[in-house]
């Protein structure tokens, strides 16, 4: 059986980025991949300025010197300075010409048109050179950067109101069962309500993606085909949820094979989640995950998660680490078992967990700890694998 690393890889190998789009600059770009280099398009500062309130003056000059006039932020310079002259200037204002200096104004007395300081002045002290943050032409923010608070605010400092980025897939999400009511519902005889579809489309939306809830597909072939059909139409990656493993009523595989489908992976050595289906029908990624819950959980976040990354643009982050449990926990499972867990900085808590359809052992959890098939029996402070969920 496939293990969950080589499933990954054959997921990823069809995970492609999505052509770059051109977009307006506002925070929701947050977290997206810049198509383009983006490059200056004037200098900044576009003039010399003060970085201070005080005087503008000769460095080489000593002494007393005549203020000759004044300059704020915005204003423009109309005075010249002389030997032995100052001009009163604010933070933000452009230096004047002949000036080579700005004196801040706790280092000067000031007395009737004329000032002096006890400090010796250093030529270009308190003064931010035209082109000392940036140069006209100078690519700034090259293509492959994050969209980050700082980013977007130098795009704006070079004039940019819309970028080139790697678009946000379309996430579609149908979940399958003829038990399923939705939240609205009071479920009665055999009905349960629809946890994963709610869940699967906030996972999509926390990895960056687009969700679309397309609805409960009953355990119907003909049902099923039109709605997988408007799924696959409408979706970059398309998640079904239920109807996926061998039983009477799944009947997803079969559905996606008679829609032209290819199937590339049917199985994952992994508990919980073990039926999981992976196809692709052209550049479209379709993910067969389990009804269980936690089954789905599970399933996104080792396999829907990267794909997403991938077609975002960025780097495809495992979020996998090792440390030590704070507490005993033994094992006996015949497959690799994802345990949710707290993780904290320097240490991981496993949680009471009672298996794939105890969606609400998960509430706390931030991760999963990564169990060995077999007997396990390990301490407090024993090494265990740890994979990040959250954020
Ligand atoms: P299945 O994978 O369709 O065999 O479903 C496995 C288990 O998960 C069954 O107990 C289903 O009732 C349950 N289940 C399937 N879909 C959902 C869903 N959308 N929300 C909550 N539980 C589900
Ligand atoms: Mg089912």
Do not use: C
Request: proline letters at 8%.
């Amino acid at each position: 059986m496939l293990e969950v690393n080589a499933a990954r890889e054959i997921v990823l190998r069809h995970a492609r980025r999505l052509p770059a789009e051109t977009i307006p600059l506002t925070p929701a770009v947050l977290g997206q991949v810049l198509a383009e280099g983006v490059a200056a398009d004037l200098d900044s500062p576009p003039f010399d300025k003060s970085m201070m309130d005080g005087y503008a003056v000769r460095a080489a000059d000593d002494g007393e010197r005549r203020v000759v006039g004044e300059v704020a932020a915005g204003g423009s310079v109309v005075v010249t300075v002389g030997p032995g002259e100052a001009v009163r200037i604010f933070t933000g204002a452009p230096i004047p010409p002949g000036a080579d200096a700005v004196v801040k104004q706790e280092d000067v007395t000031a007395d009737g048109g004329v000032v002096r300081t006890a400090h010796s002045i250093k030529p270009g002290q308190n003064i931010f050179r035209r082109g000392q943050e940036m140069k006209s032409g100078d690519v700034v923010v090259p293509a492959g950067t994050v969209l980050s608070p700082v980013a977007l605010g130098v795009l704006a400092a070079v004039g940019r109101t819309e970028v080139a980025v790697f678009p946000r897939p379309a996430v579609g999400v149908i979940v399958t069962g003829n038990e399923l009511v939705e939240a609205g519902t009071r479920p009665t005889g055999g009905q349960i309500r629809n946890t994963n579809g709610p869940m699967l489309a906030a996972q999509a939306a926390r990895a960056g993606a687009v969700p679309r809830y397309l609805g409960i597909a009953r355990d119907d072939e003909t049902a099923m085909r039109e709605l997988i059909r408007e799924g696959l139409e409408s979706s970059n990656v398309l998640l079904l949820s239920g109807g996926v493993s061998v039983g009477k009523y799944d009947l997803v595989p079969g559905v996606l094979k008679s829609l032209g489908v290819e199937t590339h992976f049917h199985s994952v050595r992994m508990k919980p989640g073990k039926p999981l289906l992976f196809g692709t029908k052209g550049n479209t990624l379709v993910f067969g995950l389990p009804g269980n819950p936690v089954s789905g959980y599970v399933g996104f976040e080792l396999f829907v998660r990267p794909s997403l990354d991938a077609m975002l643009g960025r780097e495809v982050l495992l979020r996998e680490l090792k440390l030590p449990l704070s507490e005993p926990l033994a094992a006996n499972h015949d497959r690799p078992t994802y345990h949710p867990a707290v993780v904290a900085r320097d240490s991981v808590r496993p949680l009471p967990w009672s298996g794939s359809a105890d969606l609400r052992g998960l509430l706390a959890a931030n991760g999963f700890i990564v169990l060995p098939p077999g007997a396990v029996k390990l301490a407090a402070g024993d090494a265990v694998s740890v994979v990040l969920t959250n954020g």
